[in-house]
């Protein structure tokens, strides 16, 4: 869906240059319509009598012509004022492709599968898996330290024989006094 926008001068630019109703409202659905067609402000003849909801559109049109609103073009008339505040349809265009892929790759990790990758020499990052321990490292280059690998070993064993004891907790100590020690 695209939007019209209208700044808050509108009003009293209308007002400036003296156009009539019929005229103010043809330029505002003059406005929608190209916005809802996304054709960056351009009306062919037949457009007006589709668009515009008054009894003379053409007169409509020719008063908007003579205050610069509109423009004059062989085939019919570009819109001038307030298309400054408009989207253009490139612009559309491009949002909309990016909002399909970024819906699609959504559904697609919604059901389990992988992201479509448009460049195939990517690598694609492992899935992060809960079976790895808080204290090993899932990427092995980082496991390379200055310790040796008895002292990793006594640490890891340290660390997963504290992770037991947060686990199971001494039946002889009450819940309370668990949560909360003296």
């Known amino acids: 869906m695209t939007w ?27 406005l929608v319509w190209s916005m809802r067609r996304e054709n960056g402000g351009r009306l062919r ?6 668009l515009a909801d008054t009894e003379h559109p053409e007169a ?10 509109w423009t004059q073009l062989p085939d019919g008339w570009q819109v001038e004022h307030q298309m400054g505040h408009q989207l253009e349809p490139e612009v559309i265009a491009a ?23 448009p460049d195939p020499t990517t690598e694609t990052q492992a899935p992060v898996t809960r079976d790895v321990t808080r204290d ?10 200055e310790q040796s690998g008895s002292e990793k ?4 064993a340290t660390s997963q ?12 100590v009450s819940p309370f006094r668990r949560r909360y020690p003296a």
Do not use: W
């Not at 003849?45 to 589709?50: E, M, P, T, V």
């Not at 409509?60 to 609103?69: I, K, M, Q, R």
């Not at 024989?161 to 002889?172: C, G, K, L, N």
């Open 95 to 117: 949002r909309r492709a990016m909002n399909a892929e970024r819906q699609r790759n959504y559904r697609r990790n919604a059901a389990g599968l992988p992201e479509d990758d």
């Open 161 to 172: 024989s504290e992770i037991r004891e947060e686990v199971q907790p001494d039946a002889t």
């Open 45 to 50: 003849a037949r457009d007006l009598d589709r």
């Open 4 to 30: 019209t926008k209208i700044d808050e001068n509108f009003p009293e630019d209308c007002a400036r240059v003296q156009l009539s109703d019929a005229a103010v409202r043809t330029h505002l659905e003059a």
């Open 60 to 69: 409509a049109a020719d008063e908007l012509v003579s205050v610069g609103f």
């Open 153 to 156: 070993e006594v640490l890891r």
């Open 136 to 145: 090993e490292t899932r990427d092995p280059e980082q496991s390379r330290t």
